[in-house]
């Protein structure tokens, strides 16, 4: 079956970086696009970023710039690097696979 298991979230003062890992099993990874998402507290989950079997890139307007998805297929794992992370960046940065299944979710956390 499907699973998709997140790494590297944490507590970052404003300004730092962090990098986000989806290990993905069960599939043939290369042949699917990937996803990041997000949700704050008391808000809806949101779109960040997304990468398509071919390595083309897609993001949100508010992390275009800061944030960078990228895979890699021999580690079947995607990962978003996170620079100059914001207080408005605190949230549970999910991954999904081809816009069908979840990760469990993994807590980011900006503050001073």
């Known amino acids: 079956q499907v699973q998709l298991v997140e790494s590297g979230g944490g507590l970052v003062q404003p300004g730092g970086s962090l990098r986000l890992s989806c290990a993905a099993s069960?599939?043939?990874?290369?042949?699917?696009?990937m996803a990041w998402y997000r949700q704050a507290p008391g808000k809806q989950r949101e779109f960040v970023a997304h990468?398509?079997?071919?390595?083309?890139?897609k993001y949100a307007d508010s992390v275009k710039g800061r944030f960078t998805i990228s895979r890699d297929n021999v580690k079947n794992t995607v990962y978003l690097q996170m620079n100059s992370l914001k207080s408005d960046d605190t949230a549970v940065y999910y991954c999904?696979?081809?816009?069908?299944?979840w990760g469990q979710g993994t807590q980011v956390t900006v503050s001073s």
């Open positions: 069960g599939i043939i990874f290369s042949a699917f696009a």
């Open positions: 990468i398509t079997s071919g390595g083309n890139t």
């Open positions: 999904n696979l081809d816009g069908s299944f």
